[in-house]
């Protein structure tokens, strides 16, 4: 019964120990700016997140190349450090984690997570304590609408400008599409994508002939690849991850289905490397691509190579990095390692990435958005807006007419 | 095969005040965690809280009751989104908290029904694969649940209330625990954890007592998901019935011990803090570490590691793995009277017949294993039953304790149609019986399983009086040495005496022996007969014995009801039927006809 | 009409793959009573072995199943005998407790490794094979030979287990252990070996997965809840079954994704488990 008491004892004291009320050391001139993050780097998420631990550090080294982040009230360029966990895909762990780096890592300020299960509980915490946050790959508007005042997020695109330049492309090209069918993967993203731009399509005079949703671990797609080609649509639209709709698209090959172009809202080499031929000639957005010039671009490109990612495979990369980039950029503006000032700067000022620039409403809600781009002879081709355009728009689409 | 344990249980410990005192210390410290201005810690401690709420509420459906639960998680979902739902349309948060709890533990209610229709593995898969059914639920019941987009909660900062009010609820969980084992429930549980047809068969109400402890279950469930959402201020259907959460609090528990009284605290406790700490300071493998814990703990610790041979050993430990097993050794104010047993004296009265059976049939398939079998007991008799091995008397026997239903005829008991009446039932009217083969309640002591009978009894006695009164059967049946250990470190010739002295804590009118005799020396056999004859002739119990040594039968019997392949042959005075030809050749073959012998004794 | 036809092939084919995928673990909980919870991972991990040794290395699909089958056999084999077996020697609660966190530690293992060695991305064999037209009907070459393989090891199993003296003390081990012991049978060598087998038949079934569909380290634990009902609703230890379970789960979701709602398929199996378990509560078909 000793052991019982001195045991409890213990485990207080630990406790009291453990906490001390968290000081920010703000306004430094001497400490590394300090970034705080987590990345799901296991369980479901984690496909999505790949290697993105060495991106990111491999990012800050670059940074710091040059010396880090220029800060003006301290005449001279800091250091950048990122201190990273994993949120194991669990929205309560990552919660933990940020309330650590907040109270017992003192970081800064934060970037990221990424997805909307994350969007939902992390953000009010950046409130809390009053450290902004600049989100990765969180598109869900209703993630914005809950009156938070520290957060901001740079998905590539975001659902309002997802298609913005195919359907504008479409109403340029011959023969014209009059009808269009969509395909749509159960998720929150998509599902906004497809409302959103069945609207708009409606708005440009094109009949929505229907919208079938799959639930992500669907296998088999028989059932709804025969009414859609029994719809018999001009253009078919699948808004769904990649790697849901692998078997998607493999089945809708091998049941031969016909369509003036099909287009995919996510088309990505992980699309490409899983159903290898059948991507061929389908159309698609992507926000950037290497080779497309844009600020940073160089930096972004370096970044991606020293850690063997690809923007083709692993299109949420734009969306992380920009995060960095914003957070990066706001700190020059501000001029000073402060978070109010870091506040201020990230709502009022404009922000440069290699897709173009980026700006962010009173909700922290951005303006992000793609290119239109065509899988052409195995290549990814940036086809619209011209202007930027590597290759030419084959249309109707080949392949998918015989 | 499996490893028998004498198990001692410990001496009263004197932990009384200090445990009392360390409790409040811990609750002390706990709330004062709040306001120490750490809020990674709080959010750390919240998790374990909340942790902690679903393993010892999931522990007393598994670790009390042996139902193990695998999708208790959908508890926690369905009050998270219950509780949502009522938020977002506008109830405040008590009154959503209260709707949570409400509805989640109307679900349970209504999954009982089909739920308890299965045992042990089907149970399990049944319940693991409720957990994907209300993941497509949430996602596809759009209107109500918001489908893929989840829930959004207006934002509040409630991380300390959230905090204290699952303290709250941690305690009370523990509370309850400890009080579940202290009432006849938590016995009802334990019965049905060992063996539920025999935990009828001595008056266990089990269908209302399985209901409600899923119920509870679910209650304490739906407030951990209901308190966790209003913390996170976002729910989806993924976070909520993800297969890759839904397991976790249910390692942990099976990682300390389920069963135990601390077992989800120090497990909740070790595995939380193990995996955070791991996630914090290792890089990459973490999984893979955790993982690798909970194998080598159900490799080499399946019982979980407080029951582990080397924790007995340490003193602080050894406290932490202490069983559920109140009352040991209970023993005040019983009478030491050898041989009196508080049961009472019945006057038996000759001539009605106390059961009687009316052409019962009993038939699976094809197989009629009872015949058209009719026969009349008075109050009083002692008759035997004999017939070779498959001639139906065990299932006459189950016929009569209502184990089957027959498939036609009438059992009439004391005049009544037990037709009308469950297992429970008919154990409550007066209807006690051993098995062939002993089934004791295995990991329960001898003493508590003869108290279980008398807790629920036809005259309910509380647990405590139950276990004094015990002690005079568990005297009587010679098994004083062994009061407070485990059923199943029992010899068999230990286990038999106890399966009998059980029966007779149903207060039984009638006592059904199912060859409680083979295997004894004949010098124990004599005393058997006399214990019979001891029942009939002191508490006027009448007596129906199978058994095959016809010496036992012979110093005590009324009358023989032979049987063969189900068919009654022959119904008389011992002696006659032991000349009656169809008996004869039922056992000895054609030739013994021939013999004109007497069967052998 | 032909759409319907189309469905209903769809569906048979897919029924197939299912049950090829609930066929290891219908013979492991049927003989060894083994809940694998790590047996839908052991296909997630074979299939991302097997979409690495074809991209990397080129090799054949039909070389990788060769080799990746008696792989996984040794592997099983061993990992019985090093972690299940002692616990079979243990009471029944700690038996089951026991298996259950071995195979659950297992599962976070190996998807944990797997992640760190091939990355955590989705993957597949991205091999086209031709498909055969009949009309306007299109039928799938890889499915159709999954399910013809499925069918001929399920008859083979079946009359395996019917005719041979193996097959008799197989049998003998699922219904009572130490008396199919006590008649000569050496009860653990049967079960590691079934364990064993059951666990090569999920590596070969992962690479005819992966030439249908994709997967990664994470995707095995639902595939194991989906086995799991398959061999319910078929029936434990019934092997013929479980084919017939899975091709009728596979129709049954391709006719929901017709005439109702595709996103409700992936109820379906559960909610058909759990029907099949009110009406029959200790299971239905009869043991092999």
Redesign the interface.
């Known amino acids: 019964m000793k052991n019982c008491v001195t045991r409890i004892l213990a485990t207080a004291g630990l406790a009291l120990l453990m906490s001390g009320p968290a000081t920010a050391k703000q306004n430094s001139c001497s400490d590394p700016i300090l970034l705080g993050t987590t990345i799901s780097e296991t369980g479901p998420f984690s496909t999505l997140a790949d290697r993105w631990r060495k991106l990111t550090e491999v990012f800050a080294e670059e940074i710091n190349k040059t010396g880090g982040v220029m800060v003006k009230s301290c005449g001279k360029k800091l250091p950048l450090k990122f201190v990273i966990y994993d949120d194991q895909s669990v929205p309560a762990t990552a919660l933990q984690l940020f309330e650590k780096m907040a109270t017992v890592d003192n970081v800064d300020f934060f970037v990221g997570p990424d997805w909307s299960s994350l969007g939902g509980p992390v953000p009010p915490l950046a409130d809390k304590h009053k450290i902004p946050m600049v989100m990765a790959n969180v598109a869900t508007p209703a993630v914005y609408e809950r009156g938070l005042k520290y957060i901001w997020g740079t998905p590539f695109p975001v659902v309002p400008n997802w298609s913005a330049r195919y359907f504008d492309m479409i109403t340029k090209v011959s023969p014209q599409p009059q009808s269009i069918y969509f395909i749509t993967h159960d998720n929150p993203v998509m599902k906004g994508i497809s409302a959103t731009w069945s609207k708009k399509a409606e708005a440009q005079g094109l009949k929505v002939l229907g919208n079938e949703t799959f639930s992500p671990e669907m296998k088999d797609f028989t059932a709804l690849i025969a009414k859609v080609r029994a719809a018999k649509a001009d253009v078919i639209y699948i808004a769904s991850y990649d790697n849901a709709s692998v078997p998607l698209v493999q089945q809708m090959r091998q049941l031969r289905v016909r369509a003036m172009d099909v287009h995919h809202t996510m088309l990505t080499g992980a699309l490409f490397r899983q159903v290898g031929k059948d991507i061929e000639g389908m159309t698609g957005e992507l926000s950037w691509y290497p080779g497309v010039k844009g600020d940073y671009s160089d930096l972004v490109e370096t970044v991606m190579k020293r850690s063997d990612v690809t923007m083709f495979d692993y299109i949420w990369t734009l969306g992380r990095l920009t995060s960095y980039l914003t957070m990066v950029q706001a700190i020059e503006k501000a001029g000073v390692v402060d978070r109010e000032r870091v506040k201020e700067a990230l709502f009022k000022g404009t922000f440069k990435s290699p897709a173009g620039d980026v700006t962010f409403d009173e909700k922290g809600f951005p303006n992000t958005g793609a290119f239109t781009v065509q899988m052409q002879n195995g290549k990814v081709n940036v086809v619209w807006p011209p202007e930027v355009a590597t290759g030419k728009l084959v249309w109707p689409s080949p392949t998918w007419q015989q | 095969m499996s490893a028998t344990r004498t198990t001692r249980l410990p001496s009263k410990a004197g932990g009384g005040v200090l445990g009392w005192l360390g409790a409040g210390l811990v609750i002390a410290a706990l709330l004062a965690l709040p306001f120490a201005g750490n809020s990674y810690l709080l959010t750390f401690g919240f998790s374990v809280l909340i942790a902690y709420i679903l393993g010892q509420s999931w522990d007393w459906v598994a670790g009390e009751m042996g139902y193990v639960n695998l999708g208790h998680y959908i508890f926690y979902g369905f009050g998270a989104y219950a509780f949502s739902i009522a938020l977002v349309s506008g109830w405040s948060m008590p009154v959503s908290l209260v709707f949570a709890l409400a509805v989640t533990g109307l679900l349970a209610l209504l999954l009982a029904v089909p739920l308890f229709r299965l045992h042990g593995d089907y149970f399990a898969f049944a319940t693991l694969a409720l957990l994907p059914l209300m993941e497509v639920l949430a996602y596809n019941l759009t209107p109500i649940t918001k489908g893929a987009d989840g829930i959004v909660l207006p934002v509040a900062q409630v991380l300390t209330p959230a905090y204290l009010l699952a303290l709250a609820v941690c305690v009370i969980a523990f509370i309850a625990t400890l009080q579940i084992n202290q009432l006849r429930f938590g016995y009802a549980l334990k019965s049905i954890r060992n063996d539920e047809q025999v935990a009828e068969t001595v008056g266990v109400r089990i269908a209302p007592v399985k209901r409600l402890v899923l119920v509870i279950s679910a209650l304490f469930g739906a407030a951990a998901g209901a308190l966790q959402a209003w913390q996170m201020s976002y729910i989806d259907p993924a976070t909520v019935f993800g297969l890759n959460v839904s397991l976790v609090p249910i390692a942990m528990v099976l990682f300390a011990g389920s069963g135990l009284r601390f077992g989800p605290l120090v497990g909740v406790l070790l595995l939380a803090s193990m995996q955070q700490w791991l996630l914090v300071n290792i890089q990459g493998y973490q999984a893979t570490l955790y993982g690798l814990t909970i194998l080598l703990i159900g490799r080499f610790m399946p019982g979980g590691f407080l029951r582990a041979k080397w924790v007995k050993k340490v003193p602080g430990l050894a406290a932490l793995s202490r069983e559920h097993h109140e009352y040991a050794g209970e023993a005040e104010g019983v009478s030491a009277q050898p041989d009196v047993l508080p049961l009472p004296r019945l006057r038996a009265d000759c001539a009605k017949p106390l059961i009687e059976l009316q052409g019962v049939r009993m038939q699976f398939g094809g197989n009629v294993a009872v015949n058209d079998v009719s026969l009349k007991i008075n109050e009083g008799e002692i008759v035997g039953l004999i017939g070779p091995n498959g001639s139906g008397k065990t299932t006459l026997f189950n016929c009569i304790s209502g184990v089957y239903t027959p498939s036609a005829g009438k059992v009439l008991f004391a005049g009544q149609d037990l037709a009308a009446f469950g297992r429970d039932g008919i154990a409550r009217l007066g209807v006690g019986r051993t098995y062939q083969i002993p089934r004791p309640f295995g990991d329960l002591t001898v003493q508590e399983n003869i108290a279980i009978p008398l807790m629920f009894g036809a005259q309910p006695m509380s647990p405590r009086d139950a276990m004094r009164e015990a002690r005079a059967f568990v005297d009587y049946a010679e098994l004083s040495s062994r009061l407070t250990d485990r059923a199943d470190a029992l010899s068999v010739q230990e286990k038999k005496a106890l399966e009998f002295a059980r029966a007779l804590a149903t207060r039984p009118r009638l006592l059904l022996v199912d060859e409680v005799a083979s295997g004894l020396t004949p010098v124990e056999v004599k005393r058997f007969v006399e214990h019979i004859r001891h029942m009939r002739d002191r508490y006027g119990i009448t007596v129906i014995w199978v058994e095959h040594i016809f010496s036992a039968l012979e110093q005590v019997v009324d009358r023989v009801i032979a049987l063969e392949q189900g068919t009654l042959i022959a119904d008389g005075p011992l002696a006659e039927v032991v000349k009656d030809e169809r008996v004869l050749s039922t056992y000895l073959g054609a030739s013994a006809r021939s013999r004109q012998g007497v069967l052998p004794c | 009409m032909e759409?319907l036809l189309?469905?209903l092939?769809?569906?048979v084919l897919?029924g197939g793959?299912y049950a090829l995928v609930a066929f290891g673990l219908s013979l492991i909980?049927g003989v060894a009573r083994i809940?694998n919870f790590a047996h839908g991972t052991l296909l997630a991990v074979s299939g991302v072995l097997a979409s690495l040794a074809f991209?990397a290395w080129q090799l054949h699909p039909l070389l990788i199943a060769t080799l990746l089958g008696p792989m996984m056999f040794v592997f099983a084999y061993g990992y019985y005998h090093l972690?299940l077996r002692?616990?079979a020697?243990?009471?029944h609660?700690?038996?089951?407790?026991?298996?259950?966190?071995?195979t659950?530690?297992?599962?976070?293992?190996l998807?944990?490794?797997t992640?760190?060695a091939a990355?955590?991305?989705?993957?597949?064999i991205?091999l086209?094979m031709p498909?055969i037209e009949y009309g306007d009907i299109?039928i799938?070459t890889t499915q159709l030979l999954i399910l013809a393989g499925i069918v001929a090891l399920t008859v083979i199993m079946h009359l395996l287990l019917k005719h041979s003296w193996f097959g008799r003390a197989v049998r003998a081990v699922t219904q009572d252990a130490?008396g199919a012991q006590i008649c000569g049978v050496q009860s653990t060598r049967i079960k590691a070996m079934t364990f064993a087998f059951g666990s090569a038949t999920v590596a070969i079934a992962a690479v005819l997965y992966v030439l249908?569909?994709?997967v990664?380290p994470?995707m095995g634990?639902?595939l194991t809840?989906k086995a799991?009902?398959i061999i319910?609703v078929g029936g434990v230890g019934n092997l013929p079954g479980a084919l017939l379970a899975g091709v009728f789960l596979?129709v049954a979701?391709?006719?929901?994704?017709?005439y109702w709602?595709?996103?409700?398929?992936?109820?379906l199996s559960?909610?058909a488990?759990?029907v099949i378990?009110?009406a029959y509560?200790?299971?239905v078909g009869v043991k092999t």
């Not at chain 3, 659950?104 to 293992?109: E, F």
């Not at chain 3, 990355?119 to 597949?124: I, L, M």
């Not at chain 3, 709602?261 to 109820?267: G, I, L, S, V």
């Open positions: 759409v189309q469905v092939i769809g569906g897919l793959l909980y809940l991209t972690l002692p616990l020697k243990r009471s609660f700690e038996s089951t407790v026991g298996t259950v966190l071995v659950v530690g297992t599962l976070m293992i998807s944990d490794l992640a760190k990355g955590a991305t989705q993957r597949n991205p086209r498909v299109i799938s130490v249908s569909f994709p990664d994470y634990f639902s809840v799991f009902t319910v596979g979701e391709g006719l929901t994704g017709l709602k595709p996103e409700w398929a992936p109820a559960v909610v488990m759990l378990l009110v509560p200790k299971g």
